[in-house]
């Protein structure tokens, strides 16, 4: 018998260590179902964004169609790590209300995605987890419009009026208010989201707000003469609700289901740190090496992040001045973090190798590739280098490679 419990003792902290060194997986639910926007297509979006960080695992769940009978809409919220909102529709039962409000106040984490700032405008716990929200009849009843002035201060202005604005769709600038917060640490200060619609004048009770981030009002806006100063409103919101963690973010509009502005890379990275962040409070995710900067958006078409595959496929077909550098820092980026590791960097020397002997990538590709082996190649890769010498475009950095390499 003790035989026996010693053994069954020993499964238990063997399966405990074993998921502890496999990394935490969030159950996350997707509830979705109603909204004036293409909420198939964004709740679907959402789910492969998620899966695909192999983070979390999602599943949706559509709420009954409006107007039917939402008694019976009853998750149990218990099951998962993590709630995300792609919601604005009726209104759920009272016990739906009390089971979702209990979930997050005993440290359920929830995310609140763009169309969901919108929704239960009469429902005050609601409005406490989001912070800030919009439209449907909001006002300064609901609470003061919450913004960043031009001095980098937090304004609540009481003014009266409607709760909701927005701009028409175009890439806009987003800033970084709070850059030492799990979710924002190492993004940069400014950076460029994709096509996307601008929520403005958002209301709400604000309580354990943190405003992480904020749009950049359009300058040939704010200098017209007479224009009053510009207000830098809210996109991305820490709150904390209870003992639950809420992430808000009015980005990533789908509209017309055209995605661009959720395969925003900025809008991806945000909603993934800050999914990580209301799940367990800490993000262990790096600032990819794809986020975008003030100089530009970057789209993830199909929501999918760079392979090692897809950065060598797309490598041959490099031209300088006309193609994105992107799919070569991408492999740069996995030769630094290889460094060590000699099997894995001899994979990445073969991969090189094999594009210096494609008869169809260009000469600027293989200009790159030849500049890469020339600190980190071997002896392998010597013969393919030695094979371009005689081509006129190749041979200055074939040397250049050559001499280094013999160097080492």
Same mark, same amino acid.
């Given at each position: 018998?003790?035989?026996?419990?010693?053994?069954?003792?020993?499964?238990?902290?063997?399966?405990?260590?074993? =998921?502890?060194?496999?990394?935490?997986?969030?159950?996350?639910?997707?509830?979705?179902?109603?909204?004036?926007?293409?909420?198939?297509?964004?709740?679907?979006?959402?789910?492969?964004?998620?899966?695909?960080?192999?983070?979390?695992?999602?599943?949706?769940?559509?709420?009954?169609?409006?107007?039917?009978?939402?008694?019976?809409?009853?998750?149990?919220?218990?099951?998962?790590?993590?709630?995300?909102?792609?919601?604005?529709?009726?209104?759920?039962?009272?016990?739906?209300?009390?089971?979702?409000?209990?979930?997050?106040?005993?440290?359920?984490?929830?995310?609140?995605?763009?169309?969901?700032?919108?929704?239960?405008?009469?429902?005050?716990?609601?409005?406490?987890?989001?912070?800030?929200?919009?439209?449907?009849?909001?006002?300064? %009843?609901?609470?003061?419009?919450?913004?960043?002035?031009?001095?980098?201060?937090?304004?609540?202005?009481?003014?009266?009026?409607?709760?909701? =604005? *927005?701009?028409?769709?175009?890439?806009?600038?987003?800033?970084?208010? *709070?850059?030492?917060?799990?979710?924002?640490?190492?993004?940069?200060?400014?950076?460029?989201?994709?096509?996307?619609?601008?929520?403005?004048?958002?209301?709400?009770? =604000?309580?354990?707000?943190?405003?992480?981030?904020?749009?950049?009002?359009?300058?040939?806006?704010? #200098? #017209?003469?007479?224009?009053?100063?510009?207000?830098?409103?809210?996109?991305?919101?820490?709150?904390?609700?209870?003992?639950?963690?809420?992430?808000?973010?009015?980005?990533?509009?789908?509209?017309?289901?055209?995605? *661009?502005?959720?395969?925003?890379?900025?809008?991806?990275? %945000?909603?993934?740190?800050?999914?990580?962040?209301?799940?367990?409070?800490?993000?262990?995710?790096?600032?990819?090496?794809?986020?975008?900067?003030?100089?530009?958006?970057?789209?993830? %078409?199909?929501?999918? =992040? *760079?392979?090692?595959?897809?950065?060598?496929? #797309?490598?041959?077909?490099?031209?300088?001045?006309?193609?994105?550098?992107?799919?070569?820092?991408?492999?740069?980026?996995?030769?630094?973090?290889?460094?060590?590791?000699?099997?894995?960097?001899?994979?990445?020397?073969?991969?090189?190798?094999?594009?210096?002997?494609?008869?169809?990538?260009?000469?600027?590709?293989?200009?790159?590739?030849?500049?890469?082996?020339?600190?980190?190649?071997?002896?392998?890769?010597?013969?393919?280098?030695?094979?371009?010498?005689?081509?006129?475009?190749?041979?200055?950095?074939?040397?250049?490679?050559?001499?280094?390499?013999?160097?080492?």
């Amino acid at each position: 018998m003790k035989k026996q419990y010693l053994i069954i003792l020993f499964a238990v902290i063997t399966a405990l260590f074993t =998921a502890c060194q496999s990394g935490d997986v969030y159950k996350t639910l997707i509830l979705t179902g109603q909204g004036e926007h293409n909420w198939k297509y964004s709740s679907s979006a959402l789910q492969q964004i998620f899966d695909e960080a192999e983070l979390f695992k999602a599943e949706i769940l559509n709420t009954p169609a409006q107007g039917e009978d939402m008694s019976t809409f009853k998750p149990d919220f218990s099951k998962y790590q993590l709630v995300v909102l792609d919601y604005n529709g009726d209104s759920w039962s009272d016990e739906t209300k009390a089971s979702f409000v209990d979930y997050v106040r005993n440290g359920g984490g929830l995310v609140v995605y763009h169309p969901s700032v919108k929704a239960f405008p009469d429902w005050p716990e609601y409005n406490e987890m989001i912070g800030l929200g919009g439209f449907n009849g909001r006002d300064e %009843t609901s609470g003061p419009l919450v913004y960043y002035g031009m001095e980098g201060v937090v304004v609540d202005d009481t003014t009266e009026g409607p709760a909701g =604005a *927005v701009e028409e769709r175009a890439d806009f600038e987003v800033r970084i208010q *709070v850059n030492d917060h799990p979710v924002t640490q190492g993004l940069p200060v400014r950076w460029m989201q994709a096509n996307d619609v601008m929520l403005t004048n958002l209301r709400g009770p =604000a309580k354990e707000l943190q405003i992480l981030a904020t749009n950049s009002p359009r300058m040939m806006y704010w #200098r #017209r003469p007479g224009a009053q100063p510009p207000k830098y409103f809210p996109v991305l919101m820490a709150i904390n609700y209870g003992n639950g963690r809420v992430f808000n973010t009015v980005l990533g509009n789908v509209d017309d289901g055209s995605g *661009v502005a959720m395969q925003s890379v900025g809008f991806i990275a %945000t909603l993934l740190r800050g999914a990580e962040w209301a799940a367990s409070g800490s993000v262990t995710q790096e600032v990819p090496f794809d986020f975008p900067t003030a100089a530009g958006p970057v789209i993830r %078409t199909g929501f999918k =992040a *760079v392979t090692l595959d897809e950065a060598f496929n #797309r490598i041959g077909s490099y031209e300088t001045g006309s193609s994105s550098t992107k799919y070569m820092t991408f492999i740069r980026r996995q030769i630094t973090d290889a460094a060590g590791d000699e099997k894995t960097l001899l994979n990445l020397e073969k991969k090189m190798v094999n594009v210096l002997k494609d008869a169809n990538a260009t000469a600027d590709a293989k200009k790159l590739i030849l500049r890469e082996l020339s600190w980190m190649g071997t002896d392998y890769s010597i013969d393919a280098i030695n094979s371009l010498s005689s081509n006129p475009e190749l041979q200055e950095m074939v040397d250049f490679a050559l001499t280094r390499l013999q160097a080492n």
